[in-house]
């Protein structure tokens, strides 16, 4: 089964409305990551949290973390076209290896 | 600083063929991990390396093989290709401890 699994599965939203995404996860981790995958690309790095961190900023995005729910929240404010992209959650299944677990994935379309 | 470089971008093979594909990871990072994606299967771990040595590897047939090199570079090789082989076969680099960073992708198709 998925470590990860991202909720919703699709989400569209008009431009500057800000979009949450969440992820839930199996098992205790030491830290999430969250990436951005435009159409059949690579995928993008967006935020790394760590297991003590409870909340983290970059720009529009925001990261939450809740151990105790083994959930983790994106949130995109003030959304853009250009935001318009599939959202992954990541989780190690072993500690301090990069063999990760990524959910299915929240396809977001933005719409102008 | 460069990102991390996948080569060829596109390959076409057909049934039986074998292909290798080659990874080079951010300079200075030493782990480097593959993935396979399909539209079915999502995103699926198939192995780790690091410091030339696998670590990790993931739920698929011998076919599929990998190796990284004293230079960090890696790659990865299918041996009999299946249609189900088909797949965005992503690589990602990564310092101990840190995020992982990935490469556009090969993608490869088999007909």
């Known amino acids: 089964s998925q470590q990860g699994e991202e909720d919703p599965q699709a989400l569209s939203i008009q431009e500057g409305e800000n979009a949450t995404m969440n992820c839930s996860y199996k098992t205790s981790i030491n830290n999430l990551q969250w990436y951005r995958q435009n159409s059949g690309r690579g995928l993008v790095h967006l935020i790394l949290i760590r297991s003590n961190e409870r909340e983290k900023h970059s720009g529009r995005l925001r990261v939450t973390l809740d151990t105790s729910k083994k959930s983790s929240s994106l949130l995109i404010t003030a959304s853009r076209a250009a935001d318009t992209a599939s959202y992954f959650c990541?989780?190690?299944?072993?500690?301090?290896?990069?063999?990760?677990?990524f959910g299915t994935g929240t396809r977001l379309k933005v719409l102008a | 600083k460069a990102g991390v470089t996948q080569t060829p971008r596109y390959l076409i093979k057909t049934r039986g063929q074998q292909v290798t594909l080659s990874c080079s990871p951010i300079s200075g990072h030493r782990s480097v991990s593959w993935y396979q994606q399909t539209p079915g299967q999502g995103l699926q771990f198939l192995f780790e390396?690091?410091?030339?040595?696998?670590?990790n590897k993931g739920n698929f047939p011998g076919r599929f093989s990998g190796r990284q090199f004293s230079n960090s570079r890696s790659e990865m090789n299918v041996s009999t290709l299946e249609l189900g082989d088909s797949a965005l076969y992503l690589c990602a680099s990564s310092l101990q401890g840190a995020e992982a960073f990935f490469g556009q992708g090969t993608r490869l198709t088999v007909v």
């Open positions: 390396y690091f410091s030339e040595t696998q670590r």
């Open positions: 990541a989780t190690p299944v072993t500690s301090g290896t990069y063999k990760y677990i």
